[in-house]
C-alpha cells in the first residue's frame, strides 16, 4: 500500500513535471517567434531609416541649390534696380 502511494505521488509529480516542461516549451516557442518578428522590424526600420536619410540628403541639396538661385536672383533683382534708378534719374 505504501508503494502504491509513493507511485502514486511520483507519477503525479511525473505529470506536474510534464506539463510544466511543455508550458516552457511554448514560451520558448513563442519567444523565438517574437525575436523572428522583431528581426523582421529592425530589418524593415532599417531599410527605411536609409531611405530617410537619402532623402534628406536630396532635400538639403535641393535646398542649396534653390537658396543660391534665390541669392543670384536678388542679385539680379538689385542691379535692376539700381539701373531703374539711375535711368529715372536721367530722365528726370
Do not use: P, W
Not at 507511485?7 to 519567444?31: G, P, W
Not at 541669392?71 to 535711368?87: D, G, I, R, V
Amino acid at each position: 500500500a505504501d508503494d502504491d502511494q509513493k507511485k502514486e505521488y511520483c507519477n503525479t509529480q511525473l505529470d506536474q513535471s510534464d506539463d510544466a516542461k511543455k508550458a516552457l516549451e511554448r514560451k520558448v516557442a513563442d519567444h523565438e517567434t517574437e525575436i523572428a518578428n522583431s528581426q523582421e522590424l529592425i530589418a524593415t526600420l532599417s531599410e527605411e531609416i536609409v531611405a530617410l536619410q537619402k532623402g534628406v540628403k536630396s532635400l538639403d541639396k535641393s535646398v542649396a541649390e534653390a537658396t543660391e538661385t534665390r541669392k543670384q536672383e536678388h542679385e539680379e533683382f538689385n542691379a535692376l534696380m539700381a539701373s531703374n534708378s539711375a535711368a529715372k534719374e536721367v530722365l528726370n
